[in-house]
């Protein structure tokens, strides 16, 4: 059984950074495509980070150079490093594997960008 758990959110001012932790159960890295996503109030969900099954990493165009996807070397959890946030970045971020043909969500964690 495959289990996703956010941790990290919070209330952050703008320029402010924030770490958001996925720990992963039940998924094998190696073959997995592990990534974040985010929905905004009002908006649809969106792709924010990902790590590929074959190891590379894909941004969305809005977060390149300010957000980072890593993971740990025991391979049971993912981050995404927020730098310079701003109140656009406001959203529930979601962790998110596509593991054996079948797509996995954590339940998300609230990230607020307000000064």
């Known amino acids: 059984q495959v289990r996703l758990v956010e941790s990290g959110g919070g209330l952050v001012q703008p320029g402010g950074s924030l770490r958001l932790s996925c720990a992963a159960s039940g998924v094998n890295f190696k073959i997995a495509t592990m990534g974040w996503y985010r929905q905004a109030p009002g908006k649809e969900r969106e792709l924010v980070a990902v790590?590929?099954?074959?190891?590379?990493?894909n941004y969305a165009d809005a977060v390149k150079g300010r957000f980072t996807i890593s993971r740990d070397n025991a391979m049971t959890r993912v981050y995404l490093q927020m730098n310079s946030l701003q109140p656009e970045d406001t959203a529930v971020y979601s962790c998110n594997t596509n593991y054996y043909c079948t797509s996995w969500w954590g339940k998300g964690t609230l990230v607020t960008v307000s000064s």
């Open positions: 790590f590929t099954s074959g190891g590379s990493t």
